[in-house]
T-cell receptor, first 110, second 116 residues
Framework: TQLLEQSPQFLSIQEGENLTVYCNSS?????LQWYRQEPGEGPVLLVT?????EVKKLKRLTFQFGDARKDSSLHITAAQPGDTGLYLC??????????FGTGTSLTVIP | EAGVTQSPTHLIKTRGQQATLRCSPI?????VYWYQQALGLGLQFLLW???????NRGNFPPRFSGRQFPNYSSELNVNALELEDSALYLC???????????????FGSGTRLTVV
């Protein structure tokens, strides 16, 4: 089992604030994905990062893959209520499958 | 294009009964995954099927089982239901590796199983 720990587990912030969510493991992954899950729905893929040190931006969301491909971070700038949801990272063990992290529940208060 | 569909959306069972959950993947996807999500936080991996075969299994007792049919749809069976089996059961499908790296998993909306 590939253990992916996310922190913080819960996060409640005011609209307009910035935040960072972390995803850490002792295992090396060939790629890592971030998903967002809204209540009553399944997770939806946000981004895939493949190369160590890679940074991807999706509007106000910035994703980074660690140099050693063991960790990743998600930074949200000027959070909005629509960003509320459960954020999940998932690491790929080459040719095997994705292993999901423990999740970070984000609430953005208007 | 139709997404991943799961049925039923809600299921209420009595302790000791059996539950059957169904999943239809996106057309062209050969892999199906089952996850248990309790307390709305984190996904616990249950089963992975590809081309009709079980490829991997999570740390769950044998009373959790399933199968994948020739049309790639899948079924999850939970026997001898216990109260702690109450959870959201999510099904996901994907293209075969390495294409799943680019496109990820596509999830259904889940089946909410309540055991009373």
């Amino acid at each position: 089992t590939q253990l992916l720990e996310q922190s913080p587990q819960f996060l409640s912030i005011q609209e307009g604030e910035n935040l960072t969510v972390y995803c850490n493991s002792s295992s090396v992954f060939s790629s890592l994905q971030w998903y967002r899950q809204e209540p009553g729905e399944g997770p939806v893929l946000l981004v895939t990062v493949v190369t160590g040190g890679e940074v991807k931006k999706l509007k106000r969301l910035t994703f980074q893959f660690g140099d050693a491909r063991k960790d990743s971070s998600l930074h949200i700038t000027a959070a909005q209520p629509g960003d509320t949801g459960l954020y999940l990272c998932a690491g790929e063990n080459t040719g095997n499958q994705f292993y999901f992290g423990t999740g970070t529940s984000l609430t953005v208060i208007p | 294009e139709a997404g991943v569909t799961q049925s039923p959306t809600h299921l209420i069972k009595t302790r000791g009964q059996q539950a059957t959950l169904r999943c239809s993947p996106i057309s062209g996807h050969t892999s199906v995954y089952w996850y248990q999500q309790a307390l709305g936080l984190g996904l616990q991996f249950l089963l992975w099927y590809d081309e009709g075969e079980e490829r991997n299994r999570g740390n769950f007792p044998p009373r959790f089982s399933g199968r994948q049919f020739p049309n790639y749809s899948s079924e999850l069976n939970v026997n001898a239901l216990e109260l702690e089996d109450s959870a959201l059961y999510l099904c996901a499908s994907s293209l075969r590796w390495p294409l799943w790296t680019d496109y990820g998993y596509t999830f259904g909306s889940g089946t909410r199983l309540t055991v009373v």
